[in-house]
């Protein structure tokens, strides 16, 4: 069975996270325990196959020690410069 295609929203904040490790020189490993998912679980979300809930995305700015606004405005920033539409305030 073949997933859905993610809304531009979702995807731009999968991009956020992935901008934001990266800035902090940490692997989407790091977020098994965060998320209490296995890493088959985490890959999916960070490849865009599934979208990241309301509760991973804050739990993963608690662990980043950044605003769920942050992560937003990173999406939003992310979106603008790769021509998707903006992220939903």
């Excluded at 904040?13 to 800035?23: D, P, Q, S, T």
């Excluded at 902090?24 to 599934?50: C, F, H, M, P, Q």
């Excluded at 999406?75 to 305030?89: I, L």
């Amino acid at each position: 069975m073949q997933n859905e295609a993610l809304d531009p929203d979702s995807l731009a904040l999968i991009g956020a996270v992935k901008a934001e490790l990266g800035r902090r020189g940490v692997s989407g490993v790091a977020l098994t325990d965060v998320l209490d998912l296995g890493r088959n679980a985490i890959y999916e979300r960070l490849r865009g196959k599934k979208a990241f809930t309301t509760t991973d995305l804050i739990k993963i700015c608690q662990y980043l020690d950044i605003s769920l606004e942050t992560l937003i405005a990173s999406a939003r920033v992310g979106a603008a410069s790769s021509g998707r539409q903006q992220v939903a305030a």
